[in-house]
């Protein structure tokens, strides 16, 4: 023994023993990484899950349908606040909307007019518009130049004639305070 050290017996197993821990080590840095993951996975499955099911909720509402999410069916003060297109059974050139009147005349041609007469006895609100039109024009009796949509004010027993371009064969709807009537334009 000259001057080099000599490794007693207990000394050789505390080596061993520490080198026992290095895969251990491994095993239980491998099992932390497979838990992030997992977990890692879960939360990207639940974000898509909840991205997903806005959007079944959302869309449905946005587009004004959302009858069928809860329970089906829409309430009684739902259906009875919406107002319904009721065009005259025998003509499609009339068509009442609450208490006003709507017809179209001009038989096949353009320009053609619409007349909105108020049978009621209130001041009434009404907006026309034509959904399956692809360039619509309404011109009020002051204004020639055609809009696409149109708003007015009608008193009791009062009618306003519009001058209607671009829609021969297209609808007009005309909605007011009392609910929404449909009719042809140039229909005969």
Request: contains cysteine; proline residues 7%.
């Given at each position: 023994m000259s001057g080099q050290p000599v490794l007693s017996g207990d000394e050789d197993e505390e080596e061993m023993a520490a080198g026992d821990d290095i895969p251990s080590l491994a095993a239980t840095i491998a099992a932390r990484l497979r838990l992030r993951w997992t977990l890692g996975l879960a939360a990207?499955?639940?974000?898509?899950?909840?991205?997903?099911?806005?959007?079944?909720?959302?869309?449905?509402?946005?587009?004004?349908?959302?009858?069928?999410?809860?329970?089906?069916?829409?309430?009684?003060?739902?259906?009875?606040?919406?107002?319904?297109?009721?065009?005259?059974?025998?003509?499609?050139?009339?068509?009442?909307?609450?208490?006003?009147?709507?017809?179209?005349?001009?038989?096949?041609?353009?320009?053609?007019?619409v007349t909105i007469h108020n049978t009621g006895a209130d001041v009434l609100n009404w907006t026309v518009g034509s959904p399956d039109a692809s360039n619509p024009g309404f011109s009020p009796p002051a204004d020639p130049s055609p809009r696409p949509t149109l708003s007015g004010q009608l008193a009791p027993s009062a009618s306003t004639t519009l001058i209607v371009t671009g829609m021969l064969g297209a609808h007009v709807v005309l909605i007011s305070d009392g609910g929404a009537g449909e009719v042809v334009v140039g229909g005969c």
């Open positions: 990207a499955l639940v974000l898509v899950l909840g991205v997903l099911l806005g959007a079944a909720v959302t869309y449905p509402i946005a587009g004004g349908d959302a009858s069928t999410l809860f329970g089906g069916g829409t309430s009684s003060a739902v259906a009875a606040k919406a107002p319904t297109a009721t065009p005259h059974p025998s003509e499609l050139v009339l068509a009442f909307a609450g208490d006003l009147l709507i017809t179209s005349t001009g038989c096949g041609i353009m320009p053609t007019s």
